[in-house]
């Protein structure tokens, strides 16, 4: 190294300039290219509306419309409550999943599979299944407890079974991340104060468990916020099931409406961020500490 390169580096480090920091290059670009700019060419595109009016004219046309305008509350309904069970179930099993004990990675490896079907697979199983024709009626028929079949596809309850089996695994390894982090030796030194096993989640392990409980719900939530295809495939596409993805479907692949399609997807994103500042918010009013381990 000449000289004058390592007078550069120098000038460079003392304006906190590493040159390390140029590693952060290809994934600055990548996230400008597939983050930034769609949604900064979406945001533009959403004030253009093709039939006039106004900058707003497309965001008045979405609100101003019940049949749009309830795609909010329906994508709400199956989201929250999908996400907040993946959470909820997560917790317990990870809990006691979280030490060493034999057969526990092929517990856990039973418990993950689902993640990797798909939503595809996920509704082609849930339809053989709990179908009409499924084996869940045609084994309740057999034994005489159901005369007709019960209606589990097609429906609401289609979308949420379908969200919980590709939500629950991603849910349960992130609480198990975390619960993993909590220094055990916390617990112990409760027990040793006399507290029982229930006090000892509720009043150690949960609080610090707190931050990791956020996020996971979070995450579960947008991932739950975006259905599509399970809408679609074991859900009632124009009725109960009509989510917001499909109305941003439409209005793109059926109308030809990109600019309508692109200010639906802003309110996605709106949306989304509204919930997640939520948790978070309520995460910060309930506890401001640190989960003492890796899952800070």
Same mark, same amino acid.
Request: hydrophobic letters at 50%; charged letters at 10%.
């Given at each position: 190294?000449?000289?004058?390169?390592?007078?550069?580096?120098?000038?460079?480090?003392?304006?906190?300039?590493?040159?390390?920091? @140029?590693?952060?290059?290809?994934?600055?670009?990548?996230? @400008?290219? %597939?983050?930034?700019?769609?949604?900064?060419y979406? !945001?533009?595109?959403? &004030?253009?509306? @093709?039939?006039?009016?106004?900058?707003?004219?497309?965001?008045?046309?979405?609100?101003?419309?019940?049949?749009?305008?309830?795609?909010i +509350?329906?994508?709400?309904?199956?989201?929250?409550?999908?996400?907040?069970?993946?959470?909820?179930?997560?917790?317990p099993?990870?809990?006691?999943?979280? +030490?060493?004990?034999?057969?526990?990675?092929?517990?856990?490896?039973?418990?993950?599979?689902?993640?990797? $079907?798909?939503?595809? %697979?996920?509704?082609?199983?849930?339809?053989? &299944?709990?179908?009409?024709?499924?084996?869940?009626?045609?084994?309740?028929?057999?034994?005489?407890?159901?005369n007709?079949?019960?209606?589990?596809?097609?429906?609401?309850?289609?979308?949420?079974f379908?969200?919980?089996?590709? #939500?629950?695994? &991603?849910? &349960? !390894?992130?609480? %198990?991340?975390?619960?993993? +982090?909590?220094?055990?030796?916390?617990?112990?030194?409760?027990?040793?104060?006399?507290?029982?096993?229930?006090?000892?989640?509720r $009043?150690?392990? %949960?609080?610090? $468990?707190?931050?990791?409980?956020?996020?996971?719900?979070?995450?579960?939530?947008?991932?739950?916020?975006?259905?599509?295809?399970?809408?679609? !495939?074991?859900?009632?596409?124009?009725?109960?099931?009509?989510?917001?993805?499909?109305?941003?479907?439409? =209005? =793109?692949?059926?109308?030809?409406?990109?600019?309508?399609?692109?200010?639906?997807?802003?309110?996605?994103?709106?949306?989304?961020?509204?919930?997640?500042? !939520?948790?978070?918010?309520?995460?910060?009013?309930?506890?401001? #500490?640190?989960?003492?381990?890796?899952?800070?």
């Amino acid at each position: 190294m000449s000289a004058q390169q390592a007078g550069l580096r120098h000038r460079l480090a003392d304006r906190g300039v590493d040159a390390q920091l @140029l590693l952060l290059l290809p994934g600055l670009i990548l996230v @400008l290219a %597939l983050f930034v700019y769609p949604f900064v060419y979406g !945001l533009g595109l959403s &004030f253009q509306p @093709l039939e006039g009016g106004g900058a707003f004219e497309n965001y008045r046309r979405f609100f101003s419309d019940s049949f749009q305008r309830d795609t909010i +509350g329906k994508t709400l309904w199956l989201a929250v409550p999908a996400a907040a069970l993946n959470v909820a179930a997560s917790v317990p099993i990870a809990y006691r999943l979280r +030490g060493r004990f034999r057969g526990k990675r092929l517990l856990t490896t039973i418990l993950v599979i689902p993640i990797t $079907l798909g939503t595809v %697979l996920t509704a082609e199983g849930l339809l053989n &299944f709990a179908g009409p024709a499924g084996w869940l009626n045609r084994a309740l028929a057999a034994i005489g407890l159901i005369n007709d079949p019960l209606t589990l596809v097609n429906n609401y309850w289609g979308v949420f079974f379908s969200l919980v089996i590709s #939500g629950f695994p &991603f849910a &349960f !390894l992130l609480i %198990l991340s975390y619960l993993s +982090g909590i220094d055990p030796s916390l617990e112990r030194a409760a027990a040793s104060l006399g507290a029982n096993a229930w006090n000892r989640f509720r $009043l150690v392990t %949960l609080p610090l $468990l707190a931050p990791g409980l956020a996020t996971t719900f979070c995450l579960t939530f947008v991932l739950a916020f975006s259905v599509f295809p399970s809408a679609i !495939l074991v859900g009632d596409p124009t009725g109960s099931t009509r989510v917001i993805s499909i109305a941003a479907y439409q =209005a =793109a692949y059926e109308q030809y409406d990109y600019p309508l399609a692109s200010t639906i997807a802003i309110i996605m994103g709106v949306i989304e961020l509204a919930v997640i500042a !939520l948790v978070l918010l309520a995460r910060n009013r309930f506890y401001t #500490g640190s989960t003492g381990g890796k899952g800070a």
